[in-house]
């Protein structure tokens, strides 16, 4: 069984970073691809950025191109999510997910493994 733990989040002004971490422990080899979500109060959960080990595809949503970079140490078996320029409309709570999908992918349908979330909140 694998369990996903988020840490990282914050209270930060706009324009400011935090990093995110989403630490893995079980049998992590048979998860391929690691996504980060984000849901805003009386929002839909949306797909942030993902990571794949299979081929090492990445995937960023169009909001967080050039400002967000996710990456992956295995040794440590721990995804990261370097959150710069940071803006209001990225307060949310933040949850990573594992897959056995090989390859980029943020349907949530394929994600079966959830953390428990972080809160980013961002000030103006």
């Known amino acids: 069984q694998v369990r996903l733990v988020e840490s990282g989040g914050g209270l930060v002004q706009a324009g400011g970073s935090l990093r995110l971490s989403c630490a893995a422990s079980?049998?992590?080899?048979?998860?391929?691809?690691i996504g980060w979500f984000r849901q805003a109060p009386g929002k839909e959960r949306e797909g942030v950025s993902c990571?794949?080990?299979?081929?090492?595809?990445?995937y960023y949503a169009d909001s967080v191109k050039g400002r967000f970079t996710i990456s992956r140490d295995n040794a440590k078996n721990t995804v990261y999510l370097q959150m710069n320029n940071l803006k209001p409309e990225d307060t949310a709570v933040y949850y990573c997910?594992?897959?056995?999908?090989?390859?980029?992918?943020?349907?949530?349908?394929?994600?079966?493994?959830w953390g428990q979330g972080t809160q980013v909140t961002v000030s103006s």
């Open positions: 997910a594992a897959t056995r999908f090989r390859g980029a992918t943020m349907d949530t349908r394929n994600f079966g493994v």
């Open positions: 079980g049998f992590t080899s048979v998860y391929s691809t």
């Open positions: 990571i794949s080990s299979s081929d090492g595809s990445t």
